[in-house]
């Protein structure tokens, strides 16, 4: 199985703060990672796919970067409704694998 | 727009067969351009993907669930299911139902259920 290990676990930020996370592969998985939303008691919610391509709906501040095994999740003006769990998901190869998440929290 | 409604047993017995059905909505589940799959998430925890299957048939399934799990489709019903056996405590998770989304080859899930909690335990 393809590991993928985000950085960091958990993060404060401020309203108005730029933040990136960090989504490693194990191995080469071209730009076949997304990047997810998820609420607590709600579902995710697909942001990034392709490493860099904006979902339907998507706010612009959110962008995707990176290729091969080192992938980032921007966002560059942190709103009150961005602050939840961001997972990220390898669709390269059987079985599908995700990232543990990263907790971005109110400062 | 499509929507996803998982439904099934929040309760299974250890050693018994957990199933779940999910209801597509707003969309045909025969459409060729989607494939359907099954993710779970134990309490606090990260996302497992359990496996997926496409409308003419076609399964793939996570090789560590791989002997237990059974997907099925029903399209006159516009649902899929999962049928998972020989459950443990481990198997206790909140299970959700997806749409793959395909683009350059890659599926992506673009459509989530809300999610339902199922329980083992005696």
């Known amino acids: 199985d393809i590991q993928m290990t985000q950085s960091p676990s958990s993060v404060s930020a401020s309203v108005g703060d730029r933040v990136t996370i960090t989504c490693r592969a194990s191995?080469?998985?071209?730009?076949?990672l997304a990047w997810y939303q998820q609420k607590p008691g709600k579902a995710p919610k697909l942001l990034i796919y392709?490493?860099?391509s904006l979902h339907d709906g998507v706010p612009s501040r959110f962008s995707g970067s990176g290729s091969g095994t080192d992938f980032t999740l921007t966002i560059s003006s942190l709103q009150p409704e961005d602050f939840a769990t961001y997972y990220c998901?390898?669709?390269?190869?059987?079985?599908?694998?995700f990232g543990q998440g990263t907790k971005l929290e109110i400062k | 727009q499509v929507q996803l409604q998982e439904s099934g047993p929040g309760l299974v017995k250890p050693s018994q067969t957990l199933s779940l059905t999910c209801t597509v909505s707003?969309?045909?589940?025969?459409?060729?351009?989607?494939?359907w799959s099954w993710i779970r998430q134990p309490a606090g925890k990260g996302l497992e993907w359990i496996g997926r299957?496409?409308?003419?048939?076609?399964?793939n399934y996570s090789p560590s669930l791989k002997s237990r799990v059974t997907i099925s489709i029903d399209t006159s019903k516009n649902q899929f299911s999962l049928k998972l056996n020989s459950v443990t405590a481990a198997d206790t998770a909140i299970y959700f139902c997806?749409?793959?989304?395909?683009?350059?080859?890659?599926?992506?899930?673009?459509?989530w259920g809300q999610g339902t909690l199922v329980t083992v335990s005696s």
């Open positions: 997806a749409r793959g989304w395909h683009t350059s080859g890659w599926y992506y899930f673009d459509y």
């Open positions: 707003g969309g045909s589940i025969s459409s060729g351009s989607y494939y």
């Open positions: 299957i496409y409308v003419y048939g076609g399964t």
């Open positions: 191995q080469d998985i071209s730009s076949s």
């Open positions: 392709a490493a860099s």
């Open positions: 998901q390898q669709a390269n190869s059987f079985p599908y694998t």
